[in-house]
């Protein structure tokens, strides 16, 4: 897992079983588990997993049904070493939405958008508070908005590094609706798994 697999994760499983013969969705968690012993929900994170399994086991055109997933979720075009992105899932949308709401995660986020720190570096360049500044960066990465992209050594020990999957954000508002544009980072784009089917389709 890596990139943006997990900021897309929920959102291209719901678009996943929306189109997904029932008997077919059964068999694939069936499978899923026996030999990966995995949901099929930790498998968008792992998403070859779920390729392979859903290869062995159904007639589909593998490629093109999760193209057809993705595209109700997220547009990508590449340009100078950098993918212009947009967000189209409005659940999706509206969960960043969220997080740029709240005015420490905000700061937090903005610190991210070009820069790898370390949890105490962002704590010090965002200034926000100690305790609940490690609560939201962890509800960050668990959401998949901030990624560890290395190690450092500190003190002795190894700690991670982190970075926001966007280098630049826009916010697009409009009554009703949020589309969220943005810019991400080729490295972090082709860390992901989940998006390789669109990744193919721009080279």
């Known amino acids: 897992m890596g990139g943006i697999d ?10 996943i079983k929306k189109k997904m013969d029932l008997e077919l969705l059964h068999k694939v968690e069936r499978e899923l588990f ?12 792992h998403f070859q997993k779920f390729t392979s399994v859903l290869k062995k086991n159904s007639s589909l055109d593998v490629s ?7 595209d109700k979720i997220i547009r ?4 100078n070493e950098k993918y212009f992105v947009t967000i189209i899932n409005p659940i999706l949308s509206d969960s960043i939405l969220e997080l740029f709401g709240e005015y420490d995660s905000r700061c937090i986020i903005t610190t991210l958008l070009d820069k790898e720190y370390t949890i105490p570096q962002i704590l010090k360049e965002s ?3 100690k305790t609940s500044g490690y609560r939201k960066i962890e509800n960050m990465m668990i959401n998949g908005l901030i990624v560890e992209t290395g190690k450092v050594l500190s003190e002795s020990k190894k700690i991670s590094k982190l970075q926001c999957v966007f280098q630049e954000i826009n916010l697009d508002i409009k009554k009703g609706k949020t589309v969220v544009n943005g810019i991400i980072p080729k490295k ?6 989940s998006v390789k089917s669109i990744l193919q389709t721009l080279e």
């Open 6 to 15: 997990r900021l897309i994760s929920n959102a291209l499983l719901s678009e």
């Open 34 to 45: 026996l030999e990966h012993g995995m949901s099929i929900k930790l498998s968008i994170e």
């Open 64 to 70: 093109k049904f999760e193209r057809d997933c993705l």
């Open 76 to 79: 990508i075009k590449e340009s």
């Open 127 to 129: 200034k926000a508070p």
């Open 188 to 193: 972090i784009m082709e860390k992901s798994s």
